[in-house]
């Protein structure tokens, strides 16, 4: 009899099989234990549970409705009412402001916003958007367009010397100083303000900001060495900004700062002083005047002065002081050098704190209701940029005029001028509300 021997079982078969008893078995037993909480169960006693919402639960009938009207909360029967048919009966004078103030055929609340300022100067029918006036038939985009000035250099106002082009007066009398400003009337003769940022053209981020976001009535200044600085100077041309050149004046202390090759000296006459400034003006071309960087020490050498503002006299360039310089005689010379000078009656942001620029900009708002005029200075920090920007949409409202610089110089003799009146940074009462 021949011997048989049994195979052995598949241990993978023999799992599998014993694995699917388990699962039977205790699915079979859940499945009777879920059938009889299900049906014998009681939900209420169940543990404790929690809602959760997206948002507030009101257990009233009809949500609360927002209002625009002001209100502090305390007494909801001075809320306008609401009739059947859903429209809110509001009284005369209750009505939300919009920020948009209407002129004539309007009803004014008398809160002293723009919209009384439009019925007060009587400038015409129109609504005050953003502090312009939009008459009717104009739409806001052609009140606030922004006319560029002419590409420099413009025919007939430079010269070469040296190899230098530098600004001249024209033959026909036209000089820089008039040729180069932005054009400005103020036929109503508001009390106006004037705002020169400087140390343009190093950070081009700066640059470009105070460009593009300060009004176009903000005179820019920009360092002569610069990179591209004639490229510079035309795109603020191009944005309706008047521009200034920044002339390195001597300090009396530098410390560890390197001085600019530049620099107009101290106690040095005009052959080593006008040259330089050849050199600075033939950087390059497109501006109505110069303006004082530093030159605390150089300013108050009126021999050192008088050759250098001579030149800017007999080439028509105008001269402005930022307002930083205590003992200066910029001012006397330029009156005996017939050179068209203005004076910032001080630096707005020698302290780059919002609050500290703030005061000095409301600083020179009284001091232009007070004197007529007033002109302030600064850099093109991004602070300084930013809170230009914001005082310059609030002057309308106000009463108050920008203007650019170029508005406020003059050449009137210093005897004939009073001196607080020198102080705001006008010499010369004329310009400062021209006819038109």
């Known amino acids: ?45 169940a543990g404790p549970r929690q809602q959760l919402a997206l948002f507030e639960v009101i257990d009233e009938g009809k949500p609360e409705l927002k209002t625009r009207l002001k209100t502090d909360g305390t007494d909801m029967a001075m809320l306008p009412q609401v009739d059947t048919d859903g429209y809110a009966e509001v009284e005369s004078g209750d009505e ?16 002293g916003g723009p919209s009384d300022d439009v019925m007060a100067d009587g400038e015409g029918v129109g609504v005050r958007i953003n502090g312009k006036l939009v008459k009717p038939g104009e739409s806001y985009g052609e009140v606030t367009k922004i006319a560029s000035l002419d590409d420099a250099p ?14 001249r007066i024209a033959p026909d009398g036209r000089t820089p100083s008039e040729v180069y400003a932005r054009p400005f009337a103020n036929p109503s003769q508001k009390p106006v303000v004037a705002l020169v940022v400087g140390g343009l053209g190093i950070n081009a981020t700066h640059t470009k900001s105070a460009i593009e976001e300060l009004p176009p009535e903000v005179t820019l200044s920009f360092a002569p ?43 040095k006459g005009a052959d080593v002083n006008v040259p330089r400034l050849n050199t600075l003006l033939g950087r390059a071309s497109g501006y109505f005047g110069v303006i004082n960087y530093q030159g605390a020490k150089f300013a108050e050498d009126a021999a050192a ?65 007070e004197k007529g005029a007033a002109m302030g200075a600064g850099y093109a920090f991004p602070i300084t940029i930013e809170m230009a920007k914001i005082w310059a949409s609030e002057l309308g409202p106000k009463g108050i005029i920008l203007a650019p610089v170029s ?25 400062v509300n021209p006819a038109g």
Not at 28 to 42: E, P, V
Not at 96 to 111: C, K
Not at 154 to 167: H, Q
Not at 407 to 431: H, I, N, Q
């Open 1 to 45: 009899m021949p011997y048989r021997r049994d195979a052995d079982p598949s241990p993978l078969r023999t799992g599998l099989v014993h694995a699917g008893l388990s699962l039977l078995v205790f699915g079979g037993l859940a499945g009777a234990l879920g059938a009889g909480i299900q049906f014998s169960g009681d939900p209420s006693a």
């Open 96 to 111: 939300p402001s919009l920020d948009v103030a209407y002129a004539e055929g309007a009803e004014a609340t008398g809160t």
């Open 154 to 167: 413009i025919s007939g106002m430079t010269e070469t010397l040296n190899g230098v082009r530098l600004p």
């Open 225 to 267: 060495d610069a990179n591209r600085l004639q490229y510079w100077i035309d795109r603020a041309r191009a944005a309706g900004h008047e521009v200034l050149i920044e002339l390195p004046m001597e300090n009396y202390d530098y410390g560890r700062m390197k001085m600019h090759p530049q620099t107009l000296l101290a106690g």
């Open 305 to 369: 002065v008088r050759p250098v503002l001579d030149v800017l006299g007999k080439r028509g360039v105008a001269l402005v002081e930022d307002g930083s310089l205590e003992e200066a005689s910029l001012d006397k010379v330029a009156d005996q050098t017939h050179v068209r000078y203005a004076k910032a009656a001080s630096p707005i942001d020698t302290k780059l704190t919002a609050d500290d620029i703030n005061l000095e900009l409301m600083e020179l708002e009284t001091i232009a209701k």
């Open 407 to 431: 508005a406020l110089v003059g050449t009137t003799p210093a005897e004939l001028v009073d001196a607080e009146r020198v102080a705001t940074g006008s010499k010369a009462p004329a310009p």
